[in-house]
């Protein structure tokens, strides 16, 4: 998989790396080689199946949405 991530200089020093494509998905570090390392640890969480995503219960209800 290829995502695309921002990596900003932060005021406090250090780099903030975020995931647009992955709302809510940052993390930070104190050189670019960390703060990469660390996105990419964030990236694998929330990508990370969660089990009770996976069954639905049985009183569940599919519906096509569009948006």
Known sequence: MKLKVFLEPSEEGGYTAFVPG???????????????????????LYLEPVEDDLTPRADAELVDLVV
């Open 22 to 44: 992955l709302p809510g998905c940052i993390s930070e570090g104190e050189s670019k080689e960390e703060a990469l390392r660390n996105i990419r640890e964030a990236i694998d």
